[in-house]
């Protein structure tokens, strides 16, 4: 038997010295691995948050990593300047609104002026016993004059609402007897037209909103039926689910040319009998619902069209106060 000489013995030892770093090394480049994974997963799921916080709460606060990853670093750093892209678009827009808003309020002040002395005209000639051919006239002028004033109110109302931060005069009051004034309110002109008004559903209904702000919005439901409606008129007030329900709907002459998905959109005049209006009505009513935290809505059935509008009931809106 061959004895294994000094040699031998120390290329055993120094080998298995190198076995043992060897694996030792490999332990701790896979822990360190494993370790940078885990962060690079956390910074990962930062990020999500981050971008879902900021989609949420539509802020422009930018993402931010603290691991000093070259791929991660990247992404942040294009994710922010795709943000800061989004950012500078949005500024834009919202200086072209503010200016829109401007433009629309001052065209509004200025046709209020001759529209006055038109009017104001019209006065002194119905006082100087004009004839009958005359008088003929006049009614014509005057019904055209008096279009020319709601359209210049529309605009005016519109551009107030979206600038406008008042606060809102929080009130409990029954949104079924409002319902019923402003129609009542409006029988000469739904007489004129031959439409009654038939009455479906209607309990006593108790809200608690901006009482100002809720009689324009019934208002200008009511006015949108007397222009657009071909028949009689359907109003039901309820309640259901904690918000008051105001729902009037009216028979139209032609109802493909109405895409009820569209008819709160400004300046929108779907169907032919709209094309004299500013399409701001619905525009209106479904600005001042919101700012009260309710919605508006529009369904087609059939020939008939019918326009909801939900405002919290006194149970959720007294928190609001």
């Known amino acids: ?9 120390c290329f055993i030892s120094i080998g298995g010295i190198t076995m043992k770093y060897t694996v030792a090394l490999l332990c701790l480049m896979l822990f360190v691995t494993v370790a940078l994974l885990i962060h690079i997963k956390r910074e990962l799921r930062l990020l999500s948050e981050q971008l879902k916080k900021r989609l949420r709460d539509g802020s422009r606060n930018y993402v931010h990593v603290t691991l000093l990853d070259h791929s991660v670093s990247r992404l942040a750093s294009d994710m ?14 919202e200086q072209e609104e503010k200016q829109f ?36 006239r006049m009614t014509v002028i005057k019904k055209h004059a008096d279009e020319l004033g709601d359209l210049i109110e529309h605009f005016f109302e519109y551009s107030y609402l979206l600038s406008n931060d008042a606060e809102l005069n929080y009130e409990r009051f029954c949104l079924t007897d409002e ?31 901006d009482r100002e702000k809720t009689v324009r919005i019934i208002q200008n439901l009511v006015r949108n039926c007397i222009h657009h409606s071909v028949g009689d008129i359907t109003v039901n007030v309820t309640e259901s689910d904690g918000m008051a329900k105001l ?39 479904k600005l001042l619902s919101e700012q009260m935290h309710g919605y508006a809505q529009a369904a087609l059935d059939g020939n008939r069209l019918s326009i909801t509008v939900e405002l919290p009931s006194n149970a959720q809106s007294d928190s609001l106060m």
């Open 247 to 285: 729902t009037i709907s009216n028979p139209v002459k032609d109802p493909s040319d109405i895409q009820p998905e569209k008819l709160f959109d400004r300046f929108y005049t779907g169907d032919k009998s709209r094309r004299k209006s500013t399409g701001l009505g619905l525009s209106i009513i």
């Open 101 to 136: 808003r401007e433009t629309i309020a001052n065209i509004s002040h200025d046709l209020r002026t001759p529209l006055t002395s038109i009017k104001g005209y019209l006065q002194l000639l119905e006082k100087e016993n004009p004839s009958e051919l005359q008088k003929s």
């Open 1 to 9: 038997m061959q004895i294994p000489g000094f040699c031998d013995l």
């Open 179 to 209: 319902t019923a004034e402003c129609i009542a309110a409006a029988a000469m002109q739904l007489e004129e037209k031959g439409f009654d008004v038939i009455i479906g559903e209607f309990g006593r209904v108790m809200v608690t909103a």
């Open 80 to 93: 922010n300047k795709c943000f800061v892209q989004d950012d500078q678009v949005k500024q834009t827009l």
